[in-house]
């Protein structure tokens, strides 16, 4: 299935196995929790204080930390916002 991810510059198409696209609150609220943990050094710099993620953050976290091996979550296609892409599962960065 595929889903959005909305940054402020752009989209990211992203494939995923069904049961993610069908629960992707679920799954925000989880990459949330992950991402904003000050000890988490893949997306908080300490000299800046600001934590730092796009499309491919969120990717490498569901497949490290979500999926199983048999399972994979890729981008297919990166750009401009477009409203074409309505119907799919978004998350909003």
Sequence with gaps: MKINLVFDYGTDVVEVPDFVGENVKKYRERFDKWCFDKNNKTTFDRKTGAFCYDGSTFVDWLN????????????????????NRKGRPTLFF
Excluded: W
């Excluded at 994979?72 to 916002?81: H, L, R």
């Design 64 to 83: 490290k930390y979500e999926l199983q091996d048999n399972e994979k979550a890729e981008i297919t296609e990166s750009g401009p916002y477009d409203l």
